[in-house]
């Protein structure tokens, strides 16, 4: 019986584990150990790399950071050297690919740091596995196609060109293809019946659901099987990731939804805490923060990954990025040379406005995307247990409107709507007007005066009842020219309720709970309201109806209120390419983390007062290759903390750095970056971004000639000289002309494309 052997995933978090040989998750039986019991052997995994073979020793206390914490500790059997995880050891012959071994040893697993690795009858003792020369190729192949498959190698067997369907997974053994259970099982537990898609199928939904690295995958197999016949896998991951898994979708669940168990599942959706917590954390530090690197370093996917982190940890663990999203806690938006305060912040609109006389162009006060998202966040800073319901219907852009409810004198029509939640109005009874245009109803109007007041005042207001009011449009009950005496939220679209006096209603959720009657004379910009029926409050906006509940509310939040508040983002993209200054005016100042919520400016356009609530995280991304940290506003970089997202080698290590086992991607990339900081500076270094998503020699040579060279002639533009220093002499001629190199490897072990892509990280630039 073979020994027993893991896999054990160690973080440059806690690199003092692999000097000292231990791994400190607290004492024996913590999940975090797996299975792994005393005399097994682990492979120790270090940034995508297999450095060692250890043995579990013993359990004992170790000193961390002032404090003894309980850990395993192991003896060193054997050292590796330049093992890849996904490339090399996912592939070697004797390891059998279960879930374990194509998913969870590269993914983030809750709670476990050891993966328990199958293996077959005739594996070497782990002391005696070498990984180079001992490895198996991974095929996508026509049934009829022969690739030079040598014994171990692995095909998904595709039926024809024309569909393209998946019809199993074969080992080749002794000459011949056997069904290979592991995986072939694996693939049909993933994919349901009436779910096995063709690999056709499977790029329209990559389309469809925005998996721009899987559609490239299958586009390429596409492509290599209608050349070739063939297509060959880097690694069993990405095949099982971007093919056999199928298609994956990741359903928005709701804070209420507990999240699934991971301890038996893939893992591929899990959020590398360990990466981006530090950068979560920082939001509790400074809820203004901008990331900055040279381009292709993943800048906006860190910005999810950070949001997602923060949802977990401080606000509900089974919250996430995408339920923040799907709720419209995220605003995205891109700075330009061109974007402006009016659109960030507010300003001044042409609007078309009718009256008697016909239409006139008027001028109005209009938000900007960060105050409205200012309002959204605020709400929550006023939400109780009691008002909860009728403040999530509030929404940034909903409008405000007075109503009349009878006579004043007469309280019954007020106090009917109050009792049965809803507002109504009398004119055309007997009249469904629900597909009624202002035209027709001034043509049923007609010359009738029992309704008192002009006929076109008249049309206007039951148009704007019928037609222009919008579920979570805020109502305003008319009690004097400067009072109102009752506030609500609409909740229904109009409704037709026969022959009653007042037949034409709306559902509303009333404030009851507000102290009236409230003064509104200050927010409607010291405008008396007039007896017209039903008109909109054009000078009001969500942010007065906010203050209003604020200042009336007899209660304030209760501790366990603020437990639940929701915390809002706002991601800007290529911030440093905007006029800062310009775009952010007084918010200078106001999203100061001391001056959040108590601190009020008046705004030039509006002429109230703005403030930005605390539950508001403004996160920023910066290209430093277009613009030097230096050159942003000295007034922002006081107010934000900065974050360097580097060039990250270990990310194409994990994610499998090798092409056509020739190109190692992640030393190609960093020994580029070194050239280019000698030459040029950090700021331009090439990000890890460019390389990810490339599986064949082709892509590779597509990536290389049409996105690193042209930017690399966009750095060095008539540099002939430090163009070759950098990516070499042979891709380039005596005037600095690109030359193209050949693919087909001929007599040499190499094309003369791999050869010179290899000289760059092996050899000297000019070699």
């Given at each position: ?266 893992a591929e959706n899990m959020v590398d805490d360990e990466t981006y917590g530090p950068f979560a954390s920082l939001l509790q530090f400074n809820p203004n923060l901008i990331l900055y690197g040279p381009p292709g370093t993943g ?33 995205n938006i891109t700075f330009h040379q061109a974007y402006a305060y009016e659109e960030f912040i507010e300003g001044i609109r042409p609007v078309l406005e009718e009256n008697e006389a016909g239409d006139k162009v008027g001028y ?55 009792q049965d939640n809803h507002i109504a109005i009398g004119f055309l009874r007997g009249e469904d007007i629900s597909e009624f245009s202002v035209e027709e109803i001034m043509e049923k109007l007609g010359d009738k005066s029992e ?317």
């Open positions: 019986m073979s020994q027993r052997i893991f896999l054990g995933k160690f973080t440059k978090k806690f690199d003092d584990q692999i000097s000292g040989r231990y791994y400190a998750a607290g004492d024996q039986g913590n999940p975090w150990y797996g299975e792994v019991e005393l005399g097994d052997q682990v492979f120790i995994a270090y940034e995508g790399k297999i450095i060692a073979l250890w043995k579990a020793r013993e359990y004992a206390k170790v000193r961390r950071e002032g404090k003894e914490i309980g850990a395993l500790l192991f003896d060193e059997v054997k050292i590796f050297d330049d093992v890849s995880v996904t490339n090399e050891f996912t592939r070697y012959k004797h390891f059998i690919h279960d879930l374990n071994l194509v998913n969870k040893i590269t993914k983030s697993v809750k709670n476990l740091g050891f993966i328990p690795i199958k293996t077959s009858e005739n594996c070497p003792l782990p002391e005696d596995i070498e990984f180079k020369d001992n490895l198996v190729d991974v095929y996508i192949a026509l049934e009829e196609t022969d690739a030079g498959f040598k014994a171990g190698d692995i095909r998904v067997v595709i039926n024809n060109l024309d569909e393209m369907r998946i019809n199993g997974v074969e080992r080749f053994e002794d000459r011949v293809f056997h069904t290979y259970n592991e995986f072939n099982n694996l693939y049909l537990e993933r994919n349901k019946v009436g779910e096995r898609y063709t690999i056709k199928e499977l790029n329209h939904y990559a389309t469809q659901d925005n998996a721009s690295q899987k559609k490239t995958f299958l586009t390429n197999v596409i492509d290599e099987l209608r050349e070739k016949g063939f297509f060959r896998v880097s690694n069993p991951i990405t095949l099982y990731d971007n093919l056999l898994v199928g298609r994956r979708r990741s359903p928005v669940k709701t804070v209420n939804e507990k999240s699934p168990a991971t301890g038996n599942g893939d800048k906006t996917y860190a910005t999810e990954q950070i949001i997602d982190v923060f949802e977990r940890h401080y606000y509900n663990e089974n919250s996430g990025y995408g339920v923040a999203e799907a709720e419209g806690r995220v605003k109005r006060v209009e938000n900007g995307l960060f105050k409205e998202h200012c309002m959204n966040a605020e709400k929550e800073l006023i939400k109780r247990e009691s008002n909860v319901g009728y403040v999530e219907k509030i929404r940034a852009g909903s409008a405000v409107w007075k109503v009349s409810l009878g006579d004043r004198k007469d309280t019954s029509v007020y106090n009917e709507c109050l309704y008192g007041g002009k006929p076109t005042q008249n049309a206007n207001t039951i148009n704007a009842f019928v037609n222009e009011m919008t579920v979570g449009d805020v109502v305003l009950v008319y009690d004097s020219p400067q009072t109102i005496r009752m506030m609500g939220v609409i909740k229904s679209d109009y409704q037709f309720q026969g022959d009653g006096h007042y037949p034409h209603r709306r559902e509303v959720d009333w404030f009851k709970d507000l102290q009236y009657p409230i003064n509104i004379h200050q927010y409607n910009g010291h405008k008396n309201l007039t007896m017209k029926t039903v008109y909109q409050l054009n000078r009001m906006d969500v942010s007065d109806i906010i203050e209003m509940i604020r200042e009336q509310s007899p209660e304030q939040q209760s501790i366990e209120d603020k437990r639940f508040v929701k915390p809002y983002y706002m991601v800007i993209d290529e911030i440093n390419r905007g006029n800062i200054a310009k775009i952010f005016g007084e918010l200078i100042t106001l999203i100061e983390q001391d001056k959040r919520g108590s601190m009020r400016c008046v705004l030039p356009y509006s002429r109230k007062e703005f403030s930005v609530p605390g539950n508001l995280y403004v996160i920023g991304t910066m290209n430093t290759a277009d613009r030097s940290l230096a050159t942003i506003d000295t007034a922002l970089r006081r107010r934000f903390t900065f974050v360097e997202i580097e060039p990250d080698p270990n990310v194409l290590n994990n994610a499998g750095p090798l092409v056509n086992d020739t190109i190692d991607l992640a030393k190609l990339m960093d020994a580029l970056n070194k050239r280019i900081e000698a030459n040029y500076d950090r700021d331009h270094r090439i990000g890890h971004a460019y390389f990810m998503g490339i599986e064949t020699l082709n892509s590779l040579y597509q990536t290389w000639y049409y996105r690193i060279l042209p930017l690399l002639s966009e750095y060095f533009y008539n540099d002939a000289t430090t163009l070759k220093t950098i990516a070499g002499n042979a891709f380039y001629d005596e005037n600095g002309n690109v030359r193209h190199l050949s693919r087909g490897k001929g007599d040499s072990p190499y094309s003369p494309f791999e050869a010179a892509l290899r000289s760059i990280y092996l050899e000297k630039p000019n070699a």
